[in-house]
């Protein structure tokens, strides 16, 4: 009795983990074919031979890739521009968490603000208008435009989490701070961040990701494919045309130029970034959307 | 109490970020009066002729905006509900497990499409599925002829579902895991002296003590019904699948920056944000009804 | 307290500056007028500017495109450097944008209201842009500054051309005009699969039928397999047919069948009442698409029509038996066909006829693009000039150093009866009835000189037979593609009378600008319904409804004033 369900238990572990193996596969299949694929040679791509080995193996793509100016000065674009976004919501979110995650009775204006914030999280005017008024800031072609724009609107969701991260701190720390007479900065300061890094750490990655990955407001905003971020860069690359509206040299041209080996090498660097900085905040992370406790 | 006299620190915190939102969240937002005009670009906001309603009216004419609504609901509703199942049983499924290091390291891939933008997942996963792809290819050896995809309206929108549900069930884990290791371990202690099995176990103490968890995250995805993804169906969808995969954000971008149809364009997209507003609400009110948690 | 009403006056001074800074942008644009005094004298089409001007534009830059050399850019390479060169224009980009979005840039453009100098248009956003007073009268610059070839090629169209850039009598854009062949959708059959089965061309609707039927059914090529498409259909970037707005160039799609049986959808014909009437809503329409639904429910036609991402593909493996497609299609996937298989014997028809035997295919506009220009840009003749100037010196500059893409403003010029021109000339040379050089002097006509030229080097003997082996593929197959879209996919346009059928217009009208989008996919995903059998022929009727409901009344109107005006 004893012995056959340790078995039959045994046997669900085998078969559990198995399962989970599987899964986690399909996660870095993309990964793998795409490197499979800048590795193969150009005709093996364009005639579909790739599946998951490359063929005919050689570093050609990458030799090639490396002379595409274009593509590292588009690299160095988003690493700026990561840099100044994520920095920027370091520093406003907690400025703008702690006073919000007082209550009405602590903070009378609390309401008004937060849902205003709740209403610039919704509500929006299009991207003509944007468009207008990044002109009108004289911000067309400027890095700015796409940390402020972008930031703009994916800091209400950080605000949100980190109030709730610091509702859970305890109350008893802040009121003991109280009594011996600090003020709100010194609180903040001293007293909430320290206490705050994983949530800092899961809103600054959140920052991160969303400026490396974001494509539009480059397209939008920059006049000229040398001011494009990467993942704009890319976007052009990988986007089709449509053939009815092209002229008949165009059309001849295109299905000479297609060069998905290449394409690939430029996905499978646009990667490896994020790669190399998730898996170090993990701990942080999950630590952070978890006293967060909000799901996007 | 002591803090009373803190208003003007809270209001000198808040003003750095409420300044930023303004000039790129609020100030745009005058577009919005494109909606109730006859727009006419070289006449600017101001110069153009107001007309109530009639783009509105027009707008209820189309059979696509019932059909746009319609396929963002479908789509969102579907990725809502995966996104919600899919990592629970995940979570489930890893937490049987009881070697760590195999655990973190499962946790730390299937973390990984989270972290890629759907300008490279959508060119990665066309070319995975593409006609000639490693996907057919695998069919074709079971003797299945090869699909298209991305290309075929019926299978569009679980595509899309399917690889959103894929791209985040590892990244959802996370607060299901953290749900998880809050159950008491007496718990178990006391169902393995009663003799219980471990689906039983599963069934009487691992469900309800998640349970809270799985109805405030249901709770909370309200706020998603409206949104089915622009990044993801704009770098995935082609015209042959605009019947069943074209949603508002898609439809709206299409109609304003490629159609030149302004007016309409600000109106859905306005329609949008007051139903996507009344949804936050009332996702705000039932949480806090059902679970006593308050969002933001 | 006092800091919120602080906050209070900021915002009202930002926003009214945000306010007076949109209306600035409005009203500036009216003050001009005085600027173009300068041009109202007969002007030298290729006159230098003493001092250099600049010229900002949009421009089109295809990132896939390597051709540029010795670290040529798109803002300066031969063609530019020739533009300073030659007329002292230096060229600036206001933009650069995709092929895939240099319609978003545009219309981002016209939105703020923040135009280059000049850019290249479609007719919809010309359209938007006279509408919103954004843009320049350039009838006198067309009527000073136009060279004569430029004008002899734009006259060719019998004032088509013209009149799509022509409101309220001013020309506000400058067209461009491209050969009109093709806009004639030819059948192109596998002939040797004809042969194999001991069939002819198809002459009637009911052969193409039987035709088809034999292509699918009793293996035309010969390998013991069920792998044969007869008809094939449009892929997921073309159309079921070419229409008023984009008359040309649709690939694969049914337009032979519905000319055949006097049903041209898509088009503005004029009603039995003589008053215009959309060729979609006509009894004649609904014919066609049962014909149609009957054919794909037969499997005479690709049953994955629609689906594919590109019908080409089933033509270059050599499943296909039939397509309908302009004369160019070597062009597309009948080189690689070849390649694949040198003996599919593609050949080109003017075929099926109608019930009367005779041809009647829709035409084309030829016009397609424009340039126009801003409204107070203080040289708008700079632009004609930079247009003259390439039809001038087009075949002087060297396509391997920098594709002709990059040459700012470039429109495509060519006489509209460019290629059935070509293929008589290529006959006369072959025929030893006429010499390479009684050709030479015909500059409207760019390639004709090196077509003729060159014709020995991959034509075969019988110089009067264009079957597939009396072809010589390996001496320079960009010359065998040209000649053969000459002699096989043009001849068709030359050997038979064509009583094609005209557009009113092919230009949108007022109306259309806001609704046109969406009715025409009404139309689209109503008609591919019926014809693939997912709805009952009757939702014609209903479409019918629905297209006069959702405006499509109003825009009938609008093209019987716009006819009535002409």
Redesign the interface.
């Known amino acids: 009795m004893l012995r056959s369900k340790s078995l039959s238990s045994k046997l669900a572990d085998v078969i559990l983990i198995t399962i989970l193996i599987l899964i986690a596969i399909t996660c870095i299949l993309p990964l793998w074919y795409t490197l499979s694929l800048s590795l193969s040679s150009k005709t093996a791509a364009a005639a579909g031979a790739v599946t998951l080995w490359p063929v005919d193996f050689n570093f050609d793509s990458y030799k090639q890739l490396l002379q595409d100016s274009q593509f590292f000065k588009s690299f160095w674009i988003s690493i700026q521009r990561v840099l100044l976004g994520a920095g920027l919501n370091f520093i406003i979110v907690p400025l703008m968490a702690y006073p919000l995650s007082k209550t009405i009775k602590d903070f009378k204006g609390r309401n008004v603000f937060m849902w205003t914030l709740i209403f610039t999280m919704l509500f929006n005017g299009g991207l003509i208008p944007l468009y207008i008024t990044i002109q009108n800031y004289d911000l067309m072609n400027s890095i700015w435009a796409l940390v402020l724009v972008g930031g703009a609107q994916t800091i209400v969701f950080n605000i949100i989490l980190t109030i709730n991260f610091f509702r859970n701190l305890p109350k008893s720390l802040e009121e003991a701070a109280l009594v011996d007479g600090a003020g709100p900065w010194y609180i903040l300061f001293k007293l909430f961040i320290p206490l705050s890094i994983p949530v800092l750490a899961t809103v600054s990655l959140f920052s991160i990701v969303y400026h490396w990955n974001e494509f539009l407001y480059g397209l939008i905003f920059m006049t000229r494919e040398e001011f494009y971020p990467l993942q704009t860069y890319i976007q052009q690359l990988v986007v089709s045309v449509d053939p009815s509206t092209m002229t008949e040299d165009q059309y001849k041209r295109m299905s000479e130029l297609s060069n998905r080996t290449l394409d690939a090498a430029k996905i499978f660097i646009a990667m490896i970034p994020v790669l190399l900085v998730y898996p170090f905040l993990q701990r942080y992370f999950i630590h952070g959307i978890t006293l967060g406790s909000v799901k996007e | 109490m002591r803090s009373k006299g803190f208003a003007k620190h809270y209001y000198m915190m808040l003003a750095p970020g409420f300044i930023w939102l303004f000039f790129f969240s609020i100030v745009p937002m005058f577009g919005i009066i494109i909606a109730f005009q006859n727009f006419n670009p070289g006449q600017g906001i101001l110069g153009s002729e107001f007309v109530g309603l009639e783009t509105f009216r027009y707008m209820f004419e189309l059979n696509d905006t019932m059909n746009v609504f319609f396929n963002t609901i479908y789509i969102a509703v579907m990725k809502i509900i995966g996104n919600l199942i899919i990592p629970l049983i995940f979570a489930l499924m890893l937490n049987e497990v009881r070697y760590t290091i195999f655990k973190r390291s499962i946790q730390t891939i299937v973390y990984l499409p989270h972290f890629l933008s759907w300008v490279i997942l959508g060119g990665v996963l066309l070319d995975i599925f593409a006609f000639q792809g490693p996907v057919n290819q695998l069919l074709g050896m079971f003797g299945i002829n090869p699909i298209l995809f991305f290309g075929t309206p019926e299978l569009f929108p679980f595509l899309v579902a399917g690889s959103d549900v894929w791209k985040e069930f590892g990244f959802n884990t996370i607060i299901y895991l953290a749900a998880l290791t809050g159950i008491n371990p007496a718990l178990y202690e006391a169902a393995g002296i009663d003799g219980a099995s471990r689906w039983r176990m599963l069934w009487h103490v691992t469900l309800p003590g998640i349970r809270t968890t799985a109805v405030l995250l249901a709770v909370l995805s309200l706020g998603n019904v409206l949104n089915a993804g622009f990044d993801q169906i704009f770098n995935l969808y082609n015209p042959l699948v605009y019947s069943t995969g074209d949603i508002i954000d898609t439809w709206v971008y299409r109609a304003g920056l490629l159609n030149l149809q302004y007016e309409l364009a600000t109106a859905v997209g306005l329609l949008k944000s007051v139903a996507g507003f009344i949804l936050i609400s009332l996702s705000y009110y039932l949480a806090y009804k059902f679970t006593n948690y308050r969002i933001f | 307290m006092k ?2 009403g602080r906050l209070f006056s900021f ?1 009202a001074f ?2 009214f500056f ?2 007076v ?3 600035n ?2 009203t500036s ?1 009216t003050d001009e007028g005085e600027n173009k005094q300068v041009s109202s004298e007969p002007g030298d089409p290729f006159g230098k500017y003493e001092e250099p001007i600049t010229i900002a534009i949009g421009q089109e ?6 051709s540029l050399q010795n670290g040529d850019t798109p803002l300066d390479n031969q063609y530019t450097r020739h533009v300073k060169e030659k007329l002292n224009i230096e060229v600036e ?4 944008a ?4 240099y ?3 545009v ?2 453009a ?5 135009l280059p100098d000049a850019m290249v248009v479609g007719p ?2 010309l359209r ?2 006279v ?4 843009i320049a009268d350039l009838t006198e610059v067309y009527e000073n500054y136009a060279s004569p070839a430029i004008k002899e090629i734009i006259d060719s169209t019998d004032g088509v051309a013209l009149d799509n850039v022509t409101f309220d009598g001013k020309i506000m854009a400058i067209p461009n005009s ?1 050969a009109g062949a ?1 806009g004639v959708h030819n059948l192109w059959i596998r002939k040797d699969w004809l042969d194999n089965l001991g069939l002819e061309p198809p002459q009637t609707m009911e052969d193409l039928k039987e035709v088809a039927r034999a292509f699918v059914e009793e293996d035309p090529d010969g390998n013991g397999q069920d792998d044969t498409i007869g008809l094939a259909g449009p892929d ?4 079921l047919y070419a229409n008023f707005l ?1 008359s040309t ?3 694969y799609g049914f337009d032979g069948i519905f000319s055949a049986l006097h049903a041209y959808p898509g088009y503005w014909l004029e009603g039995d009442d003589g008053k215009p009437v959309y060729g979609s809503l006509l009894p004649e329409t609904k014919e066609a698409l049962s014909v149609l639904r009957d054919m794909y429910s037969e499997g005479l036609i690709d049953t ?1 029509m ?4 590109d019908s080409g ?1 089933s033509i270059i493996s050599g499943n296909t038996g039939m397509f309908f497609g302009p004369f ?1 299609m070597p ?2 996937p009948i080189t690689d066909a070849v390649k694949n298989n040198p003996e599919a014997n593609w050949q080109s028809y003017a075929l099926p006829l109608d019930a009367e035997g005779e041809y009647t295919p829709h035409l084309s506009t030829t016009t397609t693009q424009y340039v126009v220009v801003r409204k107070d840009y203080e040289y708008p003749e700079a632009a004609m000039k930079i247009l003259n100037n390439l039809l001038a010196h087009e075949s002087e500059f060297d396509p391997s150093i920098g ?3 990059y040459y700012p403003l470039r429109l ?1 010029y060519a006489p509209a009866d460019e290629m059935e021109v070509t293929t008589v000339a290529l006959r006369e040379v072959l025929a030893g009835t006429k010499e390479p050089s009684d050709f030479y002097d015909m500059p409207a006509y760019k390639l004709l000189k090196s077509d003729v030229d060159t014709i020995f080097d991959v034509k075969l003997e019988p110089y009067d037979n264009m079957d597939i082996e009396y072809w010589d593929l390996e001496t320079s197959l960009g010359q065998w593609t040209r000649a053969y879209s000459a002699l096989v996919g043009t001849s068709p346009l030359v050997d038979t009378e064509i009583k094609g059928v005209k557009s009113l217009i092919y230009s949108q009208t007022e109306t259309m ?3 046109w ?2 009715l025409k ?2 139309e689209d ?1 109503t008609f591919l319904k019926i014809i693939m059998g997912t709805a009952p022929l009757d939702t014609f009727e209903q479409f019918v409804e ?1 297209w006069k ?3 499509g009344e109003s825009i009938t109107e609008e093209v019987a004033e716009i006819v009535a005006s002409n």
Not at chain 3, 61 to 66: E, G, H, K, L
Not at chain 3, 131 to 134: F, P, S
Not at chain 3, 306 to 309: D, H, I
């Open positions: 800091w919120k915002v930002i926003l945000m306010l800074a949109c209306s942008d409005g644009s830059v295809d990132p896939s495109d390597t980009h206001a933009f650069t995709s092929p895939s979005n319609d978003q840039k219309s981002l016209i939105a703020s209201n923040d919809v956003e938007q842009m509408e919103a007073d954004q491209q093709d997921t970037s073309n159309k984009e160039n649709n690939l994955e629609g689906v594919r991402e593909e160019w062009y597309g594709g002709p893409g495509v600008e806001d609704r989008v969406n996919k009404l995903e629905d409901k959702q405006g």
